[in-house]
Nanobody
């Protein structure tokens, strides 16, 4: 049974930082590219960042480029999202997801999903 469990969300002031983690189990982690998506209230789920199987390649949405960094530790079966210079518009539930292919930018292209962690950025 595949499980992706996100952690690290919370309330932060604008300009602050948070580091999200996503621990994977039940799959051969290094065989999957990993993405982060987010969904704000009343909006569709949107792509945030992607990382290739060994972490050599990354891709970011324009809205987070230069502020967010995705990374992974295959020895720990974990993917991270370091979020700096947070803005109120970054407020959303953040989801990690796994896919065989890289890069994948659409939710429908992901094989497995976590349940999400809430990030709230106050102004």
């Amino acid at each position: 049974q595949v499980q992706l469990v996100e952690s690290g969300g919370g309330l932060v002031q604008a300009g602050g930082s948070l580091r999200l983690s996503c621990a994977a189990s039940g799959l051969t982690f290094s065989s999957y590219a990993m993405d982060w998506f987010r969904q704000a209230p009343g909006k569709e789920r949107e792509f945030v960042a992607a990382i290739s199987w060994k972490g050599a390649r990354t891709y970011y949405a324009d809205s987070v480029k230069g502020r967010f960094t995705i990374s992974r530790d295959n020895a720990k079966n974990t993917v991270y999202l370091q979020m700096n210079s947070l803005k109120p518009e970054d407020t959303a539930v953040y989801y990690c997801a796994a896919t065989i292919s890289y890069p994948v930018f659409i939710p429908g292209g992901m094989a497995y999903w976590g349940k999400g962690t809430l990030v709230t950025v106050s102004s």
